[in-house]
Nanobody, 121 residues
Framework: QVQLVESGGGLVQAGGSLRLSCAAS????????MGWYRQAPGEQRELVAT???????NYTDSVKGRFTISRDNAKNTVYLQMNSLKPEDTAVYYC???????????????WGQGTQVTVSS
């Protein structure tokens, strides 16, 4: 089994900061890309940021310069540092990882349970 467990969400005022963490555990052989997505009420889930195993990053335009994605490969963990938060960043944030399980030959997408981020104005 493989699990992604997120932490770090909460309520913050506009202009504040939060740091999300997502740890992968289980029978993991290798992790390829990891990323964060978010879904606001009534909206589709959207990509926030991704990071490859070698550290290359990609961000959606609305968070560039404010959010930073990073990862610790030794801990199978991905982080999202969110600064200068805005009310429009309010959403449930989901962690995603492309994981090769021990005994498997193909990568599969895994998702965390989601963590609520609420930014008040």
């Amino acid at each position: 089994q493989v699990q992604l467990v997120e932490s770090g969400g909460g309520l913050v005022q506009a202009g504040g900061s939060l740091r999300l963490s997502c740890a992968a555990s289980g029978i993991i052989r290798r992790i390829n890309a990891m990323g964060w997505y978010r879904q606001a009420p009534g909206e589709q889930r959207e990509l926030v940021a991704t990071i490859t195993s070698s550290g290359s990053t990609n961000y959606t335009d609305s968070v560039k310069g404010r959010f930073t994605i990073s990862r610790d490969n030794a801990k199978n963990t991905v982080y999202l540092q969110m600064n200068s938060l805005k009310p429009e960043d309010t959403a449930v944030y989901y962690c995603n990882a492309q994981i090769l399980r021990i005994g498997s030959v193909t990568y599969r997408d895994y998702w965390g349970q989601g963590t609520q981020v609420t930014v008040s104005s």
